[in-house]
Antibody, heavy 120, light 106 residues
Framework: EVQVVESGGGLVQPGGSLRLSCAASGFTFSNYWMHWVRQAPGMGLVWVSRINSDGSSTSYADSVKGRFTISRDNAKNTLYLQMNSLRGEDTAVYHC?????????????WGQGTTVTVSS | DIQMTQSPSSLSASVGDRVTITCRASQSTSNYLNWYQQKPGKAPKLLIYAASSLQSEVPSRFSGSGSGTDFTLTISSLQPEDFATYYC?????????FGQGTKVEI
């Protein structure tokens, strides 16, 4: 079964750090661009970051640039999001998603998400 | 950044109704436009990619059209399981922006 499963969320104080993981299975992980998308409580979907298939190119939303780092380990079929200097507005469910080129990079496989709560 | 604006933000409909949701981009996205469905507490589900291509295993009552800046998602005959929030998204450029969502309610 093709799937991605996020983990690593939790409660963290403002200014703290957290590392999210996304474990992929059922497909050749190293062939795909991957993304992080977040959704604050009661709000819409917001794109956070993306990484290309070999990890050589990354992009970030302005709201997280300089604080978050996306990376991947293709040998472990795992995507990461290192989140530093966390703020209250980073509170959200964080989803990872696969984005195949033949679908014009639409996100066709999503995880259920991991919840990050930033609060003192 | 390309801004995506959906309308309406919410709508009330009945089973069997034809429903149309529109999405406008602040600049051309060619046909790099996708539609997702999300139910409460669930991950988004890809419905339509490349503006008009139906994702595998998505019912044929869903269709998409448009190119450039103006796009439409149509549900030809609304079913009980279609009550959800729908998002458009452009994948033409970074950042991959989403519309604000359209909630389809009874």
């Amino acid at each position: 079964e093709v799937q991605v499963v996020e983990s690593g969320g939790g409660l963290v104080q403002p200014g703290g750090s957290l590392r999210l993981s996304c474990a992929a299975s059922g497909f050749t992980f190293s062939n795909y661009w991957m993304h992080w998308v977040r959704q604050a409580p009661g709000m819409g979907l917001v794109w956070v970051s993306r990484i290309n298939s070999d990890g050589s190119s990354t992009s970030y939303a302005d709201s997280v640039k300089g604080r978050f780092t996306i990376s991947r380990d293709n040998a472990k079929n795992t995507l990461y999001l290192q989140m530093n200097s966390l703020r209250g507005e980073d509170t959200a469910v964080y989803h990872c998603a696969r984005a195949p080129a033949p679908l014009k990079y639409a996100m066709d496989v999503w995880g259920q998400g991991t919840t990050v709560t930033v609060s003192s | 950044d390309i801004q995506m604006t959906q309308s309406p933000s919410s709508l009330s409909a009945s089973v069997g109704d034809r429903v149309t949701i529109t999405c406008r981009a602040s600049q051309s996205t060619s046909n790099y436009l996708n539609w997702y469905q999300q139910k409460p507490g669930k991950a988004p589900k890809l419905l339509i990619y490349a503006a008009s291509s139906l994702q595998s295993e998505v019912p044929s009552r869903f269709s998409g059209s448009g190119s450039g800046t103006d796009f439409t998602l149509t549900i030809s005959s609304l079913q009980p399981e279609d009550f959800a929030t729908y998002y458009c998204q452009q994948t033409y450029s970074i950042p991959r922006t989403f519309g604000q969502g359209t909630k389809v309610e009874i």
